[in-house]
Antibody, heavy 118, light 109 residues
Framework: QVQLVQSGAEVKKPGSSVKVSCMSSGGTFNSYTISWVRQAPGQGLEWMGKIIPVLSVANYAQRFQGRVTITADTSTSTVYMELTSLRSEDTAVYYC???????????WGQGTLVTVSS | EIVLTQSPGTLSLSPGERATLSCRASQRVSSNYLAWYQQKPGQAPRLLMTGASSRATGIPDRFSGSGSGTDFTLTISRLEPEDFAVYYCQQYGSSPPLTFGGGTKVEIK
């Protein structure tokens, strides 16, 4: 059974970058897609992008193009999401989840709170 | 990009009552690839339904999904105390991007 475990909470200054990790256990890492979804405080869910680890091919939501990079390390079954030029509006819980493309999202990681504050 | 609109925004009901949640898409959802998720405070979303009407593993049968094309419904036949939460629909037929509805909060009346 696939489980996704994310890195811990981060506090960042405006203008800086954050890199969140998502480690997979169980299942066959190379055979599925991993997506990143974020949720601002009290708000809904927003898909950011996805990667197919075996191909290292990533797709991003248009509004994050140029600011987000999703990468994968197949040797450690870990996917990373880096967001640059952080602003206060990027304060959110960031989730990784298996799926994307034409597949639903399941399971989800536990979430990583990123706080952007001066 | 497919825009999903959920209604109502909030549903106030009592345990034992029936809940009907709506999700309307701005264009046809390919292959009815629509999922529903439940989210409780401080938790990650939990998958409930896939393909508009198939329950995910372990989901009780009081949850049912229906609809096709642009109009979809999640029904909870008899609300249990643990069902009070926020529910999101999501389309995965046209990706990227995956898109979510804005959510419906089911609260205790």
């Amino acid at each position: 059974q696939v489980q996704l475990v994310q890195s811990g909470a981060e506090v960042k200054k405006p203008g800086s970058s954050v890199k969140v990790s998502c480690m997979s256990s169980g299942g066959t890492f190379n055979s599925y897609t991993i997506s990143w979804v974020r949720q601002a405080p009290g708000q809904g869910l927003e898909w950011m992008g996805k990667i197919i680890p075996v191909l290292s091919v990533a797709n991003y939501a248009q509004r994050f193009q140029g600011r987000v990079t999703i990468t994968a390390d197949t040797s450690t079954s870990t996917v990373y999401m880096e967001l640059t030029s952080l602003r206060s509006e990027d304060t959110a819980v960031y989730y990784c989840a298996r799926g994307g493309g034409r597949v639903w999202l399941d399971p989800w990681g536990q979430g990583t709170l990123v706080t952007v504050s001066s | 990009e497919i825009v999903l609109t959920q209604s109502p925004g909030t549903l106030s009901l009592s345990p034992g009552e029936r809940a009907t949640l709506s999700c309307r898409a701005s264009q046809r959802v390919s292959s009815n690839y629509l999922a529903w998720y439940q989210q409780k405070p401080g938790q990650a979303p939990r998958l409930l339904m896939t393909g508009a009407s198939s329950r995910a593993t372990g989901i009780p049968d009081r949850f049912s999904g229906s609809g096709s094309g642009t109009d979809f419904t999640l029904t909870i036949s008899r609300l249990e105390p643990e069902d009070f939460a926020v529910y999101y629909c999501q389309q995965y037929g046209s990706s990227p991007p995956l898109t979510f509805g804005g959510g419906t909060k089911v609260e205790i009346k």
